[in-house]
């Protein structure tokens, strides 16, 4: 089945430091959505892309959709410690009875010293 | 409020029980989901429905079962036939129109 590679597997890092992530595929994706989610929480929808090439960004997070459909990346600018969680991107395929199904990557652990 | 409900938040259960993880959501969303998730690890997908009445097996399906007999509920049965069942297990519901999905709260089994 389909994998997502995503790195890296965690991060410690200063408060108001700048942290890039990815996540790459072998296969395409017609969607591709990072999630963050807290300890014991569900995860939480942060961006979603549609269209490759596509870069969105929502407050300190930007995120970019992949020129191939493979691959992702989201950065966060100016880290602060409420911004500690685990990140997971998520690739969705469309049609077919496989419409909606999302694959995730393993994560990314964020730690944020202050 | 609209949004997705699991509950109970934890559970604890004997080995060789049944155990029925409820999730039920307000969003009109038609499709919904069934993830499972260990420690360190990514989320899994166990079932998922995609209108009233229908299912699908995930990656993961065996040792559950599910039903989808309303829009607003999907419970997952855990069954006395799944090797591991501890674990945080994840509902979520899919928005069409923004092609998304959005997660419960999440329920803890732990099996003793």
């Known amino acids: 089945g389909q994998q997502l590679n995503q790195s890296p597997q965690s991060m410690f890092i200063q408060e108001g430091e700048d942290v890039s992530m990815n996540c790459t595929s072998s296969?395409?994706?017609?969607?591709w959505l990072w999630y963050k989610q807290d300890p014991g929480e569900g995860p939480v929808l942060l961006i979603a892309?549609?269209?490759?090439?596509e870069l969105t960004s929502n407050g300190r997070l930007t995120a970019q959709f992949g020129i191939t459909r493979k691959d992702s990346f989201l950065n966060i600018s100016a880290s602060i410690p409420s911004d500690v969680g685990i990140y997971f991107c998520a690739g969705q395929n469309a049609g077919g009875t496989s419409y909606g199904k999302l694959t995730f990557g393993q994560g990314t652990i964020l730690t944020v010293h202050p | 409020d609209g949004g997705i409900t699991q509950s109970p938040k934890y559970l604890f259960r004997k080995e060789g029980q049944n155990v029925t993880l409820s999730c039920e959501q307000n969003l009109n969303h038609d499709a919904m989901y069934w993830y499972r998730q260990d420690p360190g690890q990514g989320l899994r997908l166990i079932y998922y429905s995609q209108i009233v009445n229908d299912f699908q097996k995930g990656d993961i399906a065996e040792g559950y079962s599910v039903s989808r007999e309303k829009k607003e509920s999907f419970p997952l049965t855990v069954t006395s036939a799944q090797k591991n069942p501890t674990a945080f297990y994840l509902c979520?519901?899919?928005?069409?129109?923004?092609?998304?999905?959005?997660f419960g709260p999440g329920t803890r089994l732990t099996v003793l």
């Open positions: 979520a519901s899919r928005d069409r129109g923004r092609d998304t999905q959005y």
């Open positions: 296969s395409i994706f017609n969607t």
């Open positions: 892309l549609y269209k490759a090439g």
